[in-house]
């Protein structure tokens, strides 16, 4: 993920949340997306802010339309955190307190895998900053392939949990049909698949220069 730090100094020119919901999208992202370098943004979606538990934050998500390519497809989101202006030195005082002003914004990336001519509105997964879209794409495929049996793998299990995951082949293919990943970090050949269960995290292990082998982890995450 790439973050960007908005310069706040202008006086009166900072978008605040209450005017950007307002207007029409073309204008918001104007206002929001003018110095970045984005593609055609076809819909905005609420998110997570930073810390939930502070009130007054808020977070919003400008979603480029997808590029279709063989396999699937990959998109990016621009990620608009919102700050009450009594956290931020940089705001002029004139500025209600509890005004939501654009702090950052935060560049995402993410894809999908798909057979079908047009690519689809949900179903995608986070991928890092160091993981190139296709790259990703084709361990997605790869992954599917390997739950279907449809390539032959040696999986290498390690499981930190005490549920018995990795009881056999078998056992690992049905607990990883149950999860969805949730992101993919990693760089060049070699990616890690991130699922986040009820109460595990689960690690799968790709090199796509070496496809025969797959290495599983399942830990119990450290609390937050």
Known sequence: MITVLFALLQIGGVPDLATIDRLPLAQAVDRILRSKGHGPIIAVEKAEPWHPSVPGQAARDYVEAPVALPRGCPRRRWRAQFMPARYQTSVDPSVASDAAILLTVEEMREVVVTNAATCPAEGYVDIASRVD??????????????????????????????????????????????????????????????????????????????????????IIPPAS
């Open 133 to 218: 879209a296709a790259a990703a794409i084709g361990a997605l495929v790869h992954f599917q392939k390997v739950l279907a049996q449809q390539v032959e793998v040696e999986i290498a299990c390690d499981d930190h949990t005490g549920t018995g995951f990795c009881r056999d082949s078998a056992a690992i293919r049905r607990e990883l049909k149950l999860l969805r990943p949730m992101e993919i970090t990693g760089g060049g050949s070699a990616v890690t698949l991130m699922f986040l269960g009820k109460r595990q995290l689960t690690l799968v292990s790709l090199d796509m220069a070496k496809p025969e082998r797959v290495q599983v982890k399942n």
